[in-house]
């Protein structure tokens, strides 16, 4: 079936059966899927936090490389890493999905079952929405979020001599994608979905003297750059005292 054939209304009902379980049992949204806005009512103690994300066949992900389902779900990570990086907690989010009227009508809605999913998963229920034809297709996704008034993790947080700190270990997605280039079998490595550090960012709004925060998205180097002008210090780094995995630098060598 394709997607003119399924419908724009069809589509959107089946988008609002899988989200609204997640929908309904938080606490900060009024209203979902279904009016022409959603409804979030977080306490009047807390900031709101609203970053998007966009994910477009050809440039970030091409089908029949990776699963449907698993664009759909790297795409509501990505933006869930911003508000992570904020110190927010996740209220909702908002699809924006466009497709070819030609696109497989299967395809699209794994991608719409993953993004769902990766939400319900992380306390980020989809709650709204719009659909539209277009040449590839795009996933646009917003997220919204809450933080402690005056807690916010910014950019420009950062003084001489604070630590530079990461969460997780640096590299091994990159390295993973390397293995799977090379794999001469044609069966698809195993490359793991990002972890959004919601846990983390909160966490750290709650200790004193914590400085910028900023979501790795570019790799180190680019990011940390953008802490250093926002926040007008400089930083030395010891590349050995980054966190990898045992056997990660013979694995690049190995791979050139």
Request: glycine share 10%; proline share 5%.
């Amino acid at each position: 079936m394709q997607l003119r054939e399924l419908g724009e209304f069809a589509l959107i009902d089946q988008i609002a059966r899988e989200a609204r379980r997640d929908a309904s049992s938080s606490a900060a949204v009024r209203l979902g899927i279904g009016d022409d806005a959603a409804l979030l009512r977080p306490n009047a103690s807390e900031d709101i936090a609203i970053s998007v994300d966009a994910s477009v066949e050809g440039v970030h992900f091409a089908l029949g490389a990776t699963t449907p389902r698993r664009i759909g779900a790297h795409s509501l990570i990505a933006a869930l890493s911003d508000l992570a990086a904020m110190g927010a907690r996740p209220l909702g989010a908002l699809l924006s999905l466009a497709a070819p009227p030609d696109s497989v009508a299967r395809a699209i809605r794994e991608i719409l079952r993953g993004a769902v999913r990766a939400g319900g998963d992380h306390s980020c229920p989809v709650v709204g929405g719009n659909l539209t034809r277009a040449r590839e297709i795009s996933l646009h996704v917003t997220v919204v979020g809450a933080v402690r008034r005056g807690h916010a993790l910014v950019r420009s947080g950062a003084k001489p001599d604070q630590r530079v700190l990461v969460t997780g270990r640096l590299g091994e997605a990159a390295l993973a994608h390397a293995r799977r280039a090379q794999d001469s079998s044609g069966s698809r490595a195993r490359v793991p979905l990002p972890e959004p550090r919601n846990e983390a960012g909160r966490r750290l709004t709650k200790i004193s003297g914590v400085g910028a925060c900023i979501d790795l998205s570019v790799g180190l180097p680019a990011d940390l750059q953008n802490v250093h002008e926002a926040s007008t210090v400089g930083a030395e780094i010891d590349l050995a005292a980054l966190p990898r995995r045992r056997g990660f630098e013979r694995a690049c060598r190995a791979l050139g």
